[in-house]
């Protein structure tokens, strides 16, 4: 029995879920990540290729006809600024958009996250028994989880190794015809073929990143389940512990009680059963259409009742039926429903008449 209690069977609650990931553990597939930043450099490269390689083209160009050992002066700096200035121009563009694509990618998987929980500082982190650990538990193969990231390495470069080497047996007669081929004819057929083989590699580690994503969404799915303490536990601190919400309920009950008790002094009459049952009616033309109810209650409540309404000079009349339908029917402040009219009309008048007596 204790067992079960210790077993992890349940899914994580939304706020164990809130709770993780204010810790920064969250789901998050590396090689899916890996795989779509590689897919946007590849097509960064092949948009901007033909602009950057006239920029590339022209400072070779103009390295090898205007730069002289003559005209180099003693300045190396002002001499290699050009050249400098020119691949900054050529890489910076590539750069950023592959730096603001891969935040905009890692942002879809992990959403808005901010774990400042994650950023406190932790001492025993830093300590050389944790540190070695740490180190053991990445190099130790064994583990389950180093493991799986072996195979996953190993199935990754078999499988890209395989689709490459498919790709360059499938255009082998087109680089085999490069020999003796003009220049500008054999940059075109690589070019080709490399971008061939980049689409289809990168088109294969997208395939391994979205299985990746999966089986990360189910590892972290499980190594956040919760025993069934601990969901009756969560659900105790969300709702609060029977045992208070009773004594709140409890100590609530009693304020009511008071304040009904308090109103039974306004009473026009108390009708009675006459000993379990206690209704205090008032009727006040200019407030309510008809008799409501102020006060009620059975047994104690009732001898309560009783007692306020004898120690105010308020009329106690016994009619057993009109006590408990009266009781039954009518919350406290309610109206009496159409159906009692005549039978509390006739009490009313018969205490009112004694009063003018």
């Not at 998987?109 to 650990?133: D, H, M, R, V, Y």
């Amino acid at each position: 029995m204790g067992n079960e209690q210790n077993e992890k069977t349940e899914e994580a609650t939304p706020k164990r879920k809130q709770q993780e990931r204010e810790r920064g553990h969250i789901s998050k597939s590396q090689d899916f990540t890996s795989s779509l930043v590689l897919t946007l450099g590849v097509c960064l490269i092949f948009t901007m290729g033909s602009s950057m390689l006239e920029k590339l083209k022209s400072m070779l160009a103009n390295s090898l006809t205007e730069l002289h050992p003559k005209n180099i002066s003693a300045d190396f700096i002002t001499v290699l600024a050009p050249y400098l200035k020119t691949y900054c121009e050529v890489t910076a563009l590539f750069f950023v958009l592959l730096a603001l694509g891969a935040i905009l990618i890692l942002r879809l998987q992990t959403g808005a996250l901010f774990a400042k929980k994650a950023l406190e500082p932790n001492l025993q982190k830093l300590s050389p028994a944790k540190a070695i650990k740490n180190l053991i538990d990445k190099i130790n193969i064994f583990k389950p989880r180093q493991m799986v990231e072996l195979t996953k390495s190993i199935v990754k470069t078999i499988i890209v190794a395989v689709v490459g080497f498919n790709v360059i047996m499938k255009r082998r007669n087109d680089l085999f015809g490069l020999i003796g081929a003009d220049p500008n004819v054999g940059f075109s057929v690589i070019g080709s073929v490399l971008f061939e083989l980049l689409i289809s590699i990168c088109i294969l580690l997208i395939i391994i990143g979205v299985i990746d994503k999966k089986y990360q969404d189910w590892e972290y799915a499980k190594s956040i389940k919760m025993t069934k303490q601990e969901v009756k536990d969560e659900w105790k601190n969300i709702e609060g512990d029977p045992k208070i919400k009773g004594k709140i309920r409890s100590f609530g009950m009693k304020i009511l009680q008071q304040k009904m008790m308090s109103k039974v002094k306004e009473a026009d009459v108390v009708v009675v059963n006459p000993t379990h049952y206690a209704v205090a009616l008032m009727y006040d033309p200019k407030k309510v259409p008809a008799p409501k109810v102020v006060a009620k209650g059975v047994d104690f409540v009732a001898f309560k009742i009783r007692e306020i309404a004898k120690n105010n000079n308020i009329p106690i009349v016994e009619n057993k039926p009109l006590a408990r339908s009266l009781y039954k029917l009518v919350e406290i402040d309610g109206i009496i429903p159409q159906e009692l009219y005549v039978a509390v009309a006739e009490i009313l008048q018969y205490v009112y008449s004694q009063k003018n007596k």
